[in-house]
């Protein structure tokens, strides 16, 4: 591998999560000096003293803005800032933007030895939407889970079913009504609550 | 029915967009239009850019940067909407303001305020304090040129005298709260959030500095202009009925209403309504600051891309320093705003040339299209 260890690389990401998980591969993939800013206040002045040479920043992050005043040339700053991704590289700002990351590099930096940065980050990103959608899911799963015993809870306590039965009614209801179990299961519990 | 992505950045300015998209203007039309909220204006660039979005609610100047390709890749975009001219203003830190009444300049002029700024901060060098710090969400935005203009006129150099950086607006009223930034300049409705926060004072209604600025654009990436100009001819409609039902007074309550929801601006709609009519408290206390031009949706040609607002941009930026002038450059930014498509879309023959100053400018070198090169040349640089 040919990847530059010195390469500064900035990390402006407010999840701490996904910053970690992007972090390491980084430093799996030689590059020692990477860092990680979650915190909004006084970005600017922040980049300007670490001097990154790559600032990788999640999209959602309101700070983009901040980070694209650097363009400008000003007395302030030092080394102007450009996106990485010029016209000859669509597919990968469209790959970037979809991830849900921006790259900025600084200016007159070799775009080869920015590639493999910024293919790392777009390929990252995507795991972890990846492992949230997976969690989001567990959780949903677990959630439909409990309503459904609450159900089952009712109907045995009201009509004196086994638990086989309760579940039996409610897997034949929502069959009869074209709907989901746990919507039915939701349906019981709201009507006891009436009842209460 | 056609289905449009359309972003947009949660601002008062954005009435036109969400009217058209949630009151059945879009429908009328044959278009559905899913509005997306954006966190930043490069994020509005870029997915534009991308094809994730099929257009925007968009800052002229960012429309034009773009389309010139200044500090980033260029991306071409056509504006045939104006969403909206004004509705900026300018709040400063309490400390800031009282020093300035001290000086005893007429604050209740644009002028003035100007002339009150360049002396506080005259006075605070010569005490050698550090500079102040003072805040606009972009740097290719009419705030950034209004903040600038102001500067100038106080007799300030704004890249010398003063630090300008970028605040995005979810953060100003934390920024000015803890002392970061002593001042800003921004769209509604966010100087109403410092002012009810109580962190600031507003001290010039935008109007007051240019009396009819352009503001946000409906931008679309140039090939989406060309590909399905039937399309943008009916959103063009659309917004058209929904900026005239946006700007009567009788329906300022309901739109107020609409625009306080969550997925929008999630503000108090009583707070949006005084932003409609031009009726803003000033301090937390109240003394309201009014202005009928503070935020025009519609009325007097609004929405039309006049092109030279789009040559007042462009020569804004050359003043700025952010690009240097060329004929060539200032005629592609006038090709941005596309007052064809407008005309087109509206069936209305294109207006005769007009005369005098198209932004109104208030105090300082009047702007002069007819001769750029020359009003260059005459404006303090800012």
Redesign the interface.
Known sequence: MTNDPGLKIVIVDASPLRAAILEAGLREAGYLNVMRLAE???L?ARLHAIDPDVILID???????????M??????VKRPV??F???SD?ST??AA??AGV?AYIVDGLKKERVRPIVDMTISRFRAFSRLRDELEQTRTALEERKTLDRAKGILMKMKGFDEEAAYALLRRTAMNEKKRMVDIAQSVITAADLFK | MRRLAIGFIPLTDAAVLIAAAELGFATTEGLEIDLHRE?????IR??V????LDGAHILAPLAIASSLGL????VPLVAPFALNLNGSAITLAHPIYEAMEATGHDLSSGLGVAQALGEVVRARAAQGHDPLTFST???FSTHTYMLRHVLAAGGLDP??DV?L???????TV??LR?G?IHGFCVGSPWNAVAVEAGVGRIALLGPEIFGWAPEKVLGVHARFAEAEPDVLRRLVRALHAAALWSEAAANRAELAHLLSAPAFLGLPAEVLARMLEGRLNTTQAGLPRENPDFLVLHRDGANRPDARHAAWIYAQMVRA??TTYSPDDAREAGAVYRADVYDDALGIAPAGSSVGDPVKTCFGEAFRPEDLADYLARVKPA
């Open positions: 909004h206040s006084n600017l999209l959602e992050d309101p700070s983009r803005d901040v980070v694209e005043q363009f400008q040339v000003s007395r302030e450009a996106m991704v010029d016209q669509s700002i469209e933007i979809e921006s | 966190v930043s204006w490069a994020n870029d997915k850019n991308v094809g994730l500090g980033h890749v260029r969400v972009y740097t890249d010398r630090r950086v970028v605040v995005p607006p979810p953060f934390e920024s803890s970061l320093g952010q």
